[in-house]
């Protein structure tokens, strides 16, 4: 019989890497102290732990901001062209995911009854 239980930050610590806690506390920074948190960890650390950050959805724009800590050269290098990729993001202003929100901005109407004719013009 399988059990389901809770997913942790301890289930990813194999591949983070940072400690759990760090990454947590990473996790539910505020931009204007993210830097202090990376204060002290080596730039090679930070472009590994850039590229676990931006390849889980929930965490894409702390990734984004924590390559913006790094040399293009330590991303290339750590993640080759995907650490390429992340190090010109992380130097453009970071725009939010759209999939799965719900805008009413730009959307269109769609009518399911078809186009409406009559004998007159035709």
Do not use: K
Not at 10 to 18: G, I, K, L, S, Y
Not at 88 to 111: D, F, K, V
Request: include cysteine; hydrophobic fraction near 35%.
């Amino acid at each position: 019989m399988n059990q389901v239980r809770p997913v942790t930050v301890e289930d990813f610590a194999d591949d983070c890497p940072v400690s759990p806690g760090l990454a947590t506390r990473l996790r539910r920074a505020a931009p204007e102290t993210l830097l202090d948190l990376l204060d002290g960890i080596p730039e090679a650390t930070r472009a590994r732990l850039a590229l676990w950050l931006y390849g889980r959805s929930h965490t894409h724009e702390i990734g984004v901001r924590v390559a913006a800590t790094c040399e293009r050269t330590c991303l290339y290098r750590v993640g080759g062209p995907v650490g390429d990729a992340l190090d010109e993001l992380s130097r453009q202003p970071y725009p939010a995911p759209s999939h799965g929100m719900h805008g009413g901005g730009g959307r269109r109407q769609i009518s399911l009854g078809g186009a409406y004719r009559t004998g007159w013009d035709q």
